[in-house]
Nanobody
Framework: QVRLVESGGGLVQAGGSLRLSCAAS????????MGWYRQAPGNQRELVAT???????NYANSVKGRFAISRDVAKHTVYLEMNSLKPEDTAVYYC?????????WGQGTLVTVSS
C-alpha cells in the first residue's frame, strides 16, 4: 500500500502563487506516473498535470503556462507550482500516483483563490 501526504494548499489572492507537495511512502514498488487532479464544488474531478518517471509532462489547457509539475524521484515526491492563480482555480487538489499498475490517491488539499 502506498500512502500519499499532500501539503501546501491555502488561501491566496488572484494573481498569487502556491506550491503543492505530495510525498509518497509505504510499500512502493515502482512509481512511474505522478500527477495532480482537482475538484471544484459541483464539478467532476479533472486532471491538472501529470509527470512520468522519464520526466514527460502533460497539462490541462486551463493551466498551461501558469502551472508547473515536477518530481523528486529519490524522495518519491511530486510538486505543483501554481502561478497567476485565478478564482476558477479554487478546488480541492488531489495527488495521484501509479505504482506498478495500481493507482493511489491523496486525501486532498484545498486551494482557495480570492478575487
Amino acid at each position: 500500500q502506498v500512502r500519499l501526504v499532500e501539503s501546501g494548499g491555502g488561501l491566496v489572492q488572484a494573481g498569487g502563487s502556491l506550491r503543492l507537495s505530495c510525498a509518497a511512502s509505504g510499500s512502493i514498488i515502482s512509481i512511474d506516473l505522478m500527477g495532480w487532479y482537482r475538484q471544484a464544488p459541483g464539478n467532476q474531478r479533472e486532471l491538472v498535470a501529470t509527470i512520468t518517471s522519464g520526466g514527460s509532462t502533460n497539462y490541462a489547457n486551463s493551466v498551461k503556462g501558469r502551472f508547473a509539475i515536477s518530481r523528486d524521484v529519490a524522495k518519491h515526491t511530486v510538486y505543483l507550482e501554481m502561478n497567476s492563480l485565478k478564482p476558477e482555480d479554487t478546488a480541492v487538489y488531489y495527488c495521484n500516483v501509479r505504482d506498478y499498475r495500481t493507482y493511489f490517491w491523496g486525501q486532498g488539499t484545498l486551494v482557495t483563490v480570492s478575487s
